[in-house]
T-cell receptor, first 114, second 111 residues
Framework: GAGVSQSPRYKVAKRGQDVALRCDPI?????LFWYQQALGQGPEFLTY????????KSGLPSDRFFAERPEGSVSTLKIQRTQQEDSAVYLC????????????FGQGTRLTVV | AQRVTQPEKLLSVFKGAPVELKCNYS??????LFWYVQYSRQRLQLLLR??SRESIKGFTADLNKGETSFHLKKPFAQEEDSAMYYC?????????????FGTGTQLKVEL
C-alpha cells in the first residue's frame, strides 16, 4: 500500500461507549506502534507489536485500553467505556524491522468523547 | 526514564532568517535522536536522524552529548518550512524501539 492507513479518520463517541480503531501497516512491516496524542502535546507511546506478539504495553493508560494484532498485520486498538480524557488523536506507526529502522506514521484517528 | 524537552511552543521568523528549534533530552544511556515534521493536514514524517548526519531540506541537527541537546537549524527559512516540528528520542540498540516525543514547536515563516 501507499503507507500506513488508519480508520476511521474521525470518531465521535458518547461517554461510556466502546470504540475500535484500525491500523493497516505497510505490507511486510514487522513492528507496529500505537501512540496517543492529546491536544497541544507530542505523541505518547501506548503499545508495541513485533509481528503478532505484543512486546510492550507499558503505555496503555488503563485496563480499558486493549490492542491486538492477531495475524501480524492489521492491528486494532479498542477502548472500552470511553471517558472524556480519552479524547485525542490515536496514531499508528509501522517499521520494517524490529529495531533501529524508520517508523512510518498513519494520519491518525481523531477520537472525541462527548 | 527518558524525556525530551522543546521549550518553545511557537517560533515565528521572517523568510530568509536563520532558524533554530531547540531540543534537550534526558537519558542516561546512548540515545538516538530524531526530528519529525508535520505539515498542515499531513501525517507525521521523519525529517532527519542524528546517526545519518545528513542535511534534509537545508536542515541540520547535531547531537551534543555534553549539553544533551539536538537543536534543529536552517540558515535561511523558507515559507514552506512552516510546520509543526517534534524532537524524538529512541533508546539505543537493544533498548527498545519506541519513540519519546517532545511537545513540539510550531514554526511559522512569515513573508
Amino acid at each position: 500500500g501507499a503507507g500506513v492507513s488508519q480508520s476511521p479518520r474521525y470518531k465521535v463517541a458518547k461517554r461510556g461507549q466502546d470504540v475500535a480503531l484500525r491500523c493497516d501497516p505497510i505490507s511486510g512491516h514487522v513492528s507496529l506502534f500505537w501512540y496517543q496524542q492529546a491536544l497541544g502535546q507530542g505523541p505518547e507511546f501506548l503499545t508495541y507489536f513485533q509481528n503478532e506478539a505484543q512486546l510492550d504495553k507499558s503505555g496503555l493508560p488503563s485496563d480499558r485500553f486493549f490492542a491486538e494484532r492477531p495475524e501480524g498485520s492489521v492491528s486494532t486498538l479498542k477502548i472500552q467505556r470511553t471517558q472524556q480524557e480519552d479524547s485525542a488523536v490515536y496514531l499508528c506507526a509501522s517499521s520494517l524491522g524490529p529495531t533501529n529502522t524508520e517508523a512510518f506514521f498513519g494520519q491518525g484517528t481523531r477520537l472525541t468523547v462527548v | 526514564a527518558q524525556r525530551v524537552t522543546q521549550p518553545e511552543k511557537l517560533l515565528s521568523v521572517f523568510k530568509g532568517a536563520p532558524v533554530e528549534l531547540k531540543c534537550n533530552y534526558s537519558y542516561s544511556g546512548s540515545p538516538e535522536l530524531f526530528w519529525y515534521v508535520q505539515y498542515s493536514r499531513q501525517r507525521l514524517q521523519l525529517l532527519l536522524r542524528h546517526i545519518s548526519r545528513e542535511s534534509i531540506k537545508g536542515f541540520t541537527a547535531d547531537l551534543n552529548k555534553g549539553e544533551t541537546s539536538f537543536h534543529l537549524k536552517k540558515p535561511f527559512a523558507q515559507e514552506e518550512d512552516s510546520a509543526m516540528y517534534y524532537c524524538a528520542l529512541r533508546r539505543g540498540t537493544g533498548g527498545g524501539n519506541k519513540l519519546t516525543f517532545g511537545t513540539g514547536t510550531q514554526l511559522k515563516v512569515e513573508l
